[in-house]
């Protein structure tokens, strides 16, 4: 962590380069799934609730939280699962500003970025 965070190490050469190490086990019908991200409305009086749900691969934490960064939200929970070959993911976001994510067209465009962070990733493509 403190490499990456200095600079030291390159985290996208280092997921490739982990990602190549590992032979592809799983099944063709969940690299095919769709991830899907939900808003749990009511899940949390503090934060917005967002589930995602994909299949698991090397990175994928990683794509996901750069992608809330970059969306500008403040990550202030998190609980990740590992079912079988599928992550189902909760994350409890606020604005920067510290409310809860309540713009139907903000909403859509997290859910859009999310669902492309998570999508089936394949480290030798461009």
């Given at each position: 962590?403190?490499?990456?965070?200095?600079?030291?190490?390159?985290?996208?050469?280092?997921?490739?380069?982990?990602?190549?190490?590992?032979?592809?086990?799983?099944?063709?019908?969940?690299?095919?799934?769709?991830?899907?991200?939900?808003?749990?409305?009511?899940a949390?009086?503090?934060?917005?609730?967002?589930?995602?749900?994909?299949?698991?691969?090397?990175?994928?934490?990683?794509?996901?939280?750069?992608?809330?960064t970059?969306?500008?939200?403040?990550?202030?929970?998190?609980?990740?699962?590992?079912?079988?070959?599928?992550?189902?993911?909760?994350?409890?976001?606020?604005?920067p500003?510290?409310?809860?994510?309540?713009?139907?067209?903000?909403?859509?465009?997290?859910?859009?970025?999310?669902?492309?962070?998570?999508?089936?990733?394949?480290?030798?493509?461009?």
């Amino acid at each position: 962590m403190r490499r990456a965070l200095s600079g030291a190490l390159d985290v996208d050469a280092e997921l490739v380069r982990r990602a190549a190490a590992y032979p592809p086990s799983r099944s063709a019908e969940l690299l095919a799934a769709s991830p899907k991200a939900l808003w749990l409305d009511g899940a949390s009086a503090r934060a917005s609730v967002i589930e995602l749900r994909a299949p698991d691969a090397i990175g994928l934490l990683a794509r996901v939280s750069f992608a809330l960064t970059l969306l500008g939200l403040q990550v202030v929970n998190a609980r990740c699962s590992t079912l079988g070959v599928e992550v189902v993911d909760a994350f409890y976001v606020v604005e920067p500003d510290g409310t809860l994510v309540d713009d139907p067209v903000r909403r859509a465009v997290i859910t859009r970025r999310l669902e492309q962070a998570a999508a089936p990733w394949n480290p030798l493509s461009p």
